[in-house]
């Protein structure tokens, strides 16, 4: 690979806004397909980690993202959160979500809801035949503390999706000093109106259209410094 900047653009397909929201699906309904538009336009091929719920209740939405090469990835079953879960448990989320999204396609990488996922059940990512594991994030803390064994390749986010809400000119110095892989992560309700809903300010802020206008021009930032967009799956070797 040349040593331009590398950027992946993953998208999380949960229920809205969880825990807050956790019963409607507007951003599949509704901010999905503003969402592939957009990326159809700036010709982005990008991660969607599903829960196998969205897969469930919207297999022509899960279609037509692969339809569209786009990467399919995993996000659990209906994005509980695997600190939570007994061995067991954790085990049975992972095989069930696997299974329902391996019906649309190959699916090699996985993100846990909330990006936190116990080192002690990797070996349950690598019996399920998942490749990649990008559940870390390089804006917490945990992702320095210890590096555990494993043949998955781990992929961590590189900033949080309020951020690329933010105005362009506290947006852009913090978007610069990120290193290449870049991983930007979004979810589809940020792409609905949220604005009037009882959410804590950095789910609604700036959600809607706004949004949209917003992740336009941070793809057109990193395409004028000459970035090369990858799924996730294409960093595995
Ligand atoms: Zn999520």
Redesign the pocket.
Known sequence: MSDRLKVCFTI?M?PDC?PYLSTGFRGVEEGLPSLLKLLDEEQVKGTF?T?GEVAAKYPASVEKIVSQEHELGC?GVS?QDFTRMDQGTAEKEIQQSSEALRRFAPVISF?A???KFPDHYLNLLESADFKIDSSQAKYKTSYYRNAPETSLKRIPVSVTSSVLRLPHWIRSPYLNALSSPVVLFV?PWEFVDLRKENLRLDCRFKTGDVALNCLRSVLTFFKEKNAEFFKIQDLLN
């Open positions: 999380d949960e969880p980690f829960t996000h994005h993100r809801p909330y990006l979810h």
